[in-house]
């Protein structure tokens, strides 16, 4: 139970400081209001949305999109202070930006998860390969061939041949002599 806990007091707290985010992005736009455009005011918006993403994952992202058009539809659009809009434009501005502030989240999310999911075959290769750590190399031909040996089946048609110790792999057309590796397609092949 204390774990649910946690995870529920964790989630929470990323979405309040995507919250924390937006409201410090409009604070910090409000003195900008008269030097900047719109457009660039915006941006900084979709800015806050991008790091939201990247930092806090997807749900606080599309909060912090839904956050910023409303944000910056109430303090920076005329009238001020309200969610009426005198310029039917805007509304214009208001689903662009919310679909690329969604676009952003949805993609940061995305690469998050693909990085996840490469550590995970990074961490499940080394195991395979029993490289625990990255000092650990394979610096003789024979060892690389002891351990690719118990990850190709029986019956895959490919086999390796060692002849002398040699401490590098050779392509096959260098294989001119007893003493280099040679791999085939077939047993009968050479």
């Known amino acids: 139970m204390k774990l649910a806990r946690n995870t529920v007091w964790h989630r929470a707290t990323r979405y309040l400081v995507a919250v924390l985010l937006g409201a410090a992005c409009a604070v910090l736009c409000l003195p900008l209001a008269g030097w900047l455009e719109l457009a660039n005011i915006v941006m900084l918006f979709l800015l806050t949305v991008a790091i939201t993403a990247a930092w806090l994952g997807q749900g606080p992202g599309i909060l912090a999109a839904f956050l910023s058009v409303a944000l910056f539809d109430v303090l920076f659009v005329e009238p001020r202070f309200s969610f009426a809009v005198n310029d039917s434009q805007y509304l214009v501005t208001f689903v ?8 952003i989240s949805h993609l940061s999310s995305l690469l998050q998860r693909q990085l996840h999911q490469a550590q995970q075959r990074e961490q499940r290769t080394r195991v395979l390969y029993g490289r625990r ?12 061939t002891h351990i690719s040996a118990g990850f190709i089946p029986a019956g895959a048609g490919i086999f390796w041949l060692q002849c002398h110790q040699v401490a590098a792999w ?4 260098d294989c001119t002599g007893p003493g ?3 791999v085939a397609n077939d047993v009968g092949e050479r």
């Not at 750590?133 to 690389?144: F, L």
Request: zero cysteines; hydrophobic letters at 60%.
């Open 180 to 182: 280099d590796f040679y």
């Open 133 to 144: 750590g990255a000092d650990h190399s394979t610096a003789y031909a024979h060892d690389v």
């Open 96 to 103: 662009v930006m919310l679909l690329v502030a969604l676009l």
């Open 170 to 173: 050779r392509m096959a057309a």
